[in-house]
């Protein structure tokens, strides 16, 4: 871990409020337009959607196999390839998000393309019981232990930041029946509590994409972001790889690997990943043909940020709710009801 770069207690706290470089995404919310395809063989046939994803797979990894909720998060021990450092090790047990932020609770658990196929065959949902919140067996020791001990709380004081900020919200249920939850202005941070570190927490939150991008091999394609988490490196995300932010109320949490999405209106594809898990949804692009992808707050530049580098952050954040099975589909109940019967 790079060391400096922190401030110093008794000159308070670097503001980041207003920076032109953290800033919520201008593009607006789009919804019902989200096609999530969990396997190639779900592509409706539509010759449009078709040579969008032959576009798409063009950028795909070599090894990747979409559309596998076992290979996503393995609930047995076993010798494998570390989702982070990419040796061939004794994996253990990995939350997403840190279990020290909430995720430890017992839920039924359903896979994508086994909720797509329920509903496509008007058949009930066969549900498993996912034991002690979400995880799977997908970091070595090392990077385990070392991602908890330098990036777990940060991300723990965020989520219980966040849960403040919630509480101060007109009630969940009257946000949830209006058509747009809207947004909020939030602070994280100051010189009360010493600040936060952006830089810290973003690097919790690749960690986590790491983790769910199974045969996609995130940290192996991009070593970049395999430095920035094991190293601390301060840099850019590479080049099409977007990151962002939404609060998120749930009641359904999602956990998806690289997924391939299409929006039938604009015609425009991009492989996404998402973990939601209150109070935070996280959505990472990882190709699209599209330049400013719909993000929420925008996290790249943080990945800049030397993780020991405490601020006060402001910015606004969308509220979102889990409504759907669909991946960064943040609609309000109130508004599934009504495209429903629209």
């Given amino acids: 871990m790079r060391r400096g770069g922190g401030e110093e207690g ?63 998060l393995p609930r047995r021990p076993l010798t494998d390839r570390c989702r982070l450092c990419g040796k061939n090790e004794r994996l253990t047990k990995e939350h997403v998000p840190p279990k020290a932020a909430g995720n430890s609770t017992t839920r039924p658990s359903l896979t994508l393309a086994a909720w797509l196929a329920a509903e496509n065959r008007r058949q009930p949902q066969t549900k498993t019981r996912s034991q002690g919140g979400v995880w799977g067996y997908t970091l070595c020791a090392s990077c385990n232990s ?109 956990c998806v690997g690289p997924t391939f999405s299409y929006d039938a209106q604009r015609n425009k594809w991009a492989w996404i990943m998402e973990v939601a898990y209150p109070p935070f949804a996280f959505k990472l692009v990882l190709a699209s043909d599209e330049e400013e992808p719909d993000l929420g707050l925008v996290l790249n530049p943080f990945t800049e940020l030397d993780p020991r580098r405490r601020v006060r952050l402001t910015a606004p954040l969308r509220i979102g709710f889990g409504r759907t099975p669909y991946p960064t589909d943040y609609r309000t109940g109130a508004s599934v009801e009504m495209q429903r019967h629209a």
């Fill in 146 to 254: 070392y991602t908890g001990r330098q990036y777990g709380s940060e991300y723990m004081g965020w989520a219980i930041r966040a849960c403040g900020i919630i509480q101060q919200l007109p009630p969940v249920a009257a946000l949830d029946a209006q058509p747009d939850a809207g947004e909020v202005e939030v602070t994280f941070g100051g010189n009360k509590d010493g600040g936060v570190s952006p830089g810290a927490f973003v690097r919790q939150v690749l960690s986590c994409m790491c983790t769910v991008s199974a045969s996609w091999d995130l940290a192996g394609q991009h070593p970049a972001i395999r430095r920035m988490v094991l190293e601390g490196a301060e840099a850019q995300l590479p080049a099409g790889v977007h990151l962002g932010m939404t609060i998120f109320l749930g009641p359904i949490t999602r």
């Fill in 10 to 72: 008794g000159r308070g706290v670097e503001s980041l409020a207003g920076s032109p470089s953290i800033a919520a995404s201008s593009v607006p919310l789009r919804i019902n337009v989200l096609i999530p395809i969990a396997h190639p063989d779900a592509l409706p046939h539509s010759a449009a959607m078709k040579a969008a994803f032959d576009e798409a797979s063009k950028h795909c990894p070599p090894n990747f196999r979409p559309g596998d909720g076992i290979v996503l």
